[in-house]
């Protein structure tokens, strides 16, 4: 038996079949760890808390460290989720994220297989209405089409995350399940104690998964970012990096840098047809420099076809292909244009 207990001010200590657990575990552990749930603790491999023993595993497989580091840990801990869910961020070749994250997806299914975990199942966002403006398929579409930036950019609640990644997970879980109590396993650290408790009181109180107890597995083995890299490397899997959109308001500016040129042709697009719009704020950092200005004072595009592109997308008028085109696709317009300024960079 494996057990977790929260002792307010005392450090934590844990047994697996009588003996203590291994060094690095109980080092992480001794850390103080906040946001507990009162008691958990997991029994042949299942976690045992206020749900019935045979309540559904869900894990929000983000694809990023800690993510990564949640699932090495379980497979140690002998615990088999019922299922894994990635969210993708548009998809078929409109996916808004790093490309690091759709080229470590492969690595991971592939240790999944071979833990004996399930695969991962894949939600993303589909329009469940007639658009305002045009139809879209992931959020640089929808911010194309509705001329702003993601709502981090405005410093509002990730309200983009949820819509793209929380919702979807969530209206996947009551498909499979209805309105089964499920626990829902979510990769936060212990640096991200502030996300675990927005995370949690998203959940509307009266909707089908009101009564989901969502476990931070991390915080409960006092893991923070560093620890779950060390986990990562000890379980022989390369590093995934964060999971992210090449254009969200949490990248550092040397993150810029690396990114391929598509990416780059993406931000200052997004950045220019939004400016008719931001009363309050510049661009995809909110009040600071924008990331066009950034690009240009990094010189990572040509400076006259950034000009000719910002004058394009920032004007009033819609360019021509959105403008003629009321049936258009926001992402098939965008992807396209980014696709051909690419090109003509080399
Ligand atoms: S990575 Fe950033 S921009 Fe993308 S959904 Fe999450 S918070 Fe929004």
């Not at 890299?229 to 040397?254: K, R």
Request: glycine share 6%; aromatic share 10%; hydrophobic share 45%.
């Amino acid at each position: 038996m494996f057990v977790f207990e929260w002792l307010a001010e005392r450090p934590v200590f844990c047994f697996r079949q009588g003996t203590a657990v291994s060094l690095p575990f109980c080092v992480y552990s001794m850390r103080q760890l906040t946001l507990f749930p009162p008691a958990i603790s997991v029994e042949n491999g299942r976690i045992c808390g206020p749900l019935a023993g045979d309540a559904p595993i869900i894990v929000s497989n983000g694809v990023g460290v800690d993510s990564v580091a949640m699932l090495v840990e379980l497979r140690r801990l002998n615990i088999v989720p019922d299922a894994i869910i990635t969210a993708l961020v548009g998809r078929a070749g409109y996916g808004n994220e790093h490309r690091r994250f759709y080229s470590y997806l492969p690595v991971l299914e592939a240790w999944l297989a071979a833990a004996g975990f399930p695969p991962i199942s894949y939600v993303w966002y589909e329009m469940q209405r007639p658009p305002r403006y045009f139809s879209y398929w992931s959020l640089a579409g929808n911010c194309l089409a509705n001329r702003t930036l993601p709502s981090i950019s405005f410093r509002r609640n990730h309200s983009c995350s949820l819509k793209f990644k929380g919702a979807e997970i969530d209206r996947w879980v009551t498909a499979q399940y209805g309105q089964r109590p499920c626990y829902r396993l979510v990769g936060y650290d212990l640096s991200e104690g502030y996300r675990a408790a927005r995370f949690s009181i998203k959940t509307k109180r009266d909707g089908p998964r009101s009564h989901d107890v969502y476990v931070y597995p991390l915080q409960l083995l006092g893991l923070d970012r560093v620890g779950c890299e060390a986990v990562i490397v000890a379980a022989g899997l390369p590093s995934p990096g964060l999971s992210a959109c090449v254009f969200c308001a949490a990248m550092h500016p040397e993150e810029i840098d690396v990114l391929h040129p598509e990416e780059m042709w993406l931000i200052v697009i997004l950045e220019a047809h939004a400016q008719i719009n931001l009363k309050k704020i510049r661009g995809l950092w909110g009040h600071g420099e924008r990331m066009t200005e950034y690009i240009l004072r990094r010189r990572l595009l040509p400076p006259d076809l950034v000009a000719e592109v910002w004058a394009k997308w920032s004007a009033p008028e819609r360019p021509s292909e959105l403008r003629d085109n009321p049936e258009a696709v926001a992402d098939l317009v965008l992807f396209a244009e980014v696709r051909r300024l690419a090109a003509l960079c080399g």
